[in-house]
């Protein structure tokens, strides 16, 4: 699909067949996930473009961009990953976004977008 990114950032909808556990909810659009339990998480995320952009990516907790997830190229780019561990409390927001410039951005068929969220304590 076709992603309008604007300045403030466009949550990016994760395909719908995702792998869940018992403690991640996700809303109806499949852009904001909820963790169910406080610990400490690794989030993963990878996006991949049918050609390249000069937006950025981030992960946004709770509505806040997770500064150490931000990927912001100085040229353009068509493959973004990141992995970071964060602490999360119970139900804690995660989302991941394209921002920076106004700007429509491809997800490449198949594994265009994907996304992490592992409890690691």
């Known amino acids: ?8 950032g466009t949550d990016i909808a994760l395909p719908s067949n995702q792998i869940t556990t018992a403690g991640i909810t996700i809303n ?3 852009t904001t ?5 406080a610990g400490k998480y690794q989030i993963n995320y990878e996006l991949h473009l049918t050609s390249g952009i000069a ?3 981030r992960i946004m907790i709770n ?3 997770f500064a150490p997830s931000t990927i912001q190229p100085l ?10 561990i964060v602490n999360l ?3 804690s927001t995660i989302s991941l976004q394209l921002f920076g410039l ?11 977008a994907n996304l992490s969220i592992i409890q690691l304590a």
Not at 1 to 8: E, H, K, M, R, S
Not at 75 to 84: A, D, H, K, P, Q
């Open 1 to 8: 699909p076709t992603i309008a990114v604007i300045l403030g």
């Open 28 to 30: 109806g659009a499949n």
């Open 33 to 37: 996930f909820t963790v169910a339990n």
């Open 55 to 57: 937006a950025g990516t």
């Open 63 to 65: 509505g806040t961009a």
């Open 75 to 84: 040229l353009t780019l068509s493959s973004f990953n990141n992995s970071v």
């Open 89 to 91: 409390t119970a139900g």
């Open 102 to 112: 106004v700007t429509a951005a491809v997800l490449q068929s198949g594994a265009g």
